[in-house]
């Protein structure tokens, strides 16, 4: 069984998008830049996964998401298999607040930009699907 994983990839009107700097106290890649998401809870819809999480990690409620990409890896220290859904959203309302827990820091940033600071994996291959 594949653990199911939603993150947002959340437009700005200038083309930029939303990264989340991950928190120092972080076990798993701490300060590594990320997109806002999660994982998904037994019987969630995983686009509802998406827009909650979004909601948790940095206070933005996001609206009429798509289905942007996805990925799917092996983890072969936790052996398991992660399926990755991204969905896109141009329209959200709300103040960035972060969840200090979670993030310490956040940017909008271009494609260009993305390449130049330390992030999560999954950004090489969904780069590619950005404009």
Same mark, same amino acid.
């Given at each position: 069984m594949a653990? *199911? *994983?939603?993150?947002?990839? #959340?437009f !700005? +009107?200038?083309?930029r998008f939303?990264?989340?700097?991950?928190? $120092?106290?972080?076990?798993?890649?701490?300060?590594y830049?990320?997109?806002?998401?999660?994982?998904?809870?037994?019987?969630e819809?995983?686009m509802?996964?998406? *827009?909650?999480?979004?909601k948790? @990690?940095?206070?933005?409620?996001i609206f !009429?998401?798509?289905l942007f990409t996805h990925?799917?890896?092996?983890d072969?220290?936790? +052996? @398991?298999?992660f399926v990755?859904?991204?969905?896109?959203?141009e +329209?959200?309302?709300?103040? *960035?607040?972060? %969840?200090q %827990?979670?993030?310490?820091e956040?940017?909008?940033v271009s +494609?260009n930009? #993305?390449?130049?600071?330390?992030?999560? $994996?999954?950004f $090489?291959?969904?780069? %590619?699907?950005i404009?």
């Open positions: 653990v *199911i *994983i939603s993150h947002a990839l #959340i !700005d +009107k200038n083309g939303l990264v989340l700097c991950r928190s $120092k106290k972080e076990k798993v890649l701490p300060e830049w990320d997109l806002p998401g999660g994982t998904v809870r037994l019987r819809d995983p509802v996964a998406a *827009i909650r999480e979004t948790e @990690e940095c206070g933005l409620e !009429d998401l798509e990925i799917s890896t092996w072969s220290v936790k +052996k @398991e298999k990755t859904l991204f969905f896109k959203a +329209k959200y309302s709300g103040n *960035i607040k972060l %969840n %827990n979670d993030h310490q956040y940017s909008w +494609k930009e #993305i390449r130049k600071i330390r992030t999560v $994996k999954y $090489k291959k969904i780069l %590619n699907y404009n």
